[in-house]
């Protein structure tokens, strides 16, 4: 039905940047809500950042001031852009969509999830 696609994971020094993007596909009508989550070793999965339509975009404190998430919602491509990393944002880093209407034989409404991908900051 959907599909998420993350893209631009790495290895990269402390203070470093890194981008992210994840590109949405499917027979979709419409997406209310498009985020990245990440997971730590150990961890549970916490929101990073997420961009609900017609809304500002929302941060968790831990990386307020340092990404920057952006959504091309013609192309159903969520970016982030990650400055001044630190060994703390290493992780698997997922792509989200939430109320996502589709079409179809029969339509369908739900909430999808990337298969993640890996961040590691490490010097």
């Known amino acids: 039905q959907v599909q998420l696609v993350e893209s631009g994971g790495g290895l990269v020094q402390p203070g470093s940047s890194l981008s992210l993007s994840c590109a949405a596909s499917?027979?979709?009508?419409?997406?209310?809500?498009m985020g990245w989550y990440r997971q730590a070793p150990g961890k549970q999965r916490e929101l990073v950042a997420k961009?609900?339509?017609?809304?500002?975009?929302k941060y968790a404190d831990s990386v307020k001031g340092r990404f920057t998430v952006s959504r091309d919602y013609n192309k159903k491509i969520l970016f982030l852009r990650m400055n001044n990393l630190k060994p703390a944002d290493t992780a698997v880093y997922y792509c989200n969509a939430e109320d996502v209407w589709g079409s179809g034989s029969t339509g369908f409404m739900g909430d999808f999830w990337g298969d993640g991908i890996l961040v590691t900051v490490s010097s």
């Open positions: 961009v609900i339509t017609g809304d500002a975009p």
């Open positions: 499917g027979n979709i009508l419409s997406i209310k809500s």
